[in-house]
């Protein structure tokens, strides 16, 4: 995948990953791009080890990883934020 096809799978994953999961989260269209690719990486790296798959491009099975990661990597968010403040 190109970088731009990683901006654009980031910007849908965060997307829908932050309307799965609503709350109070910092940040604007690019730290829901962040969220995204890094979700993408999270939950790829974690499909592979357990044998699932890998996010291999623009197709729903990636999709449904990246996503996977990212709501991953927002739960962790909350937790880490919550035991701060």
């Known amino acids: ?9 980031g ?6 990953a932050k309307f799965i999961m609503p709350g109070d989260d910092p940040g604007g269209i690019f730290i829901t791009i962040l969220i995204g690719i890094a979700g993408a990486f999270v939950g790829g790296f974690i499909a592979s080890a357990v044998g699932l798959g890998t996010v291999t491009g623009f197709n729903l099975g990636s999709m449904v990883i990246a996503i996977g ?9 909350r937790k880490l934020k919550k035991r701060k403040g």
């Open 1 to 9: 995948m190109g970088i731009l096809s990683w901006i654009l799978m």
């Open 11 to 16: 910007l849908i994953v965060g997307a829908l």
């Open 69 to 77: 990661g990212a709501l991953l990597l927002l739960f962790g968010y």
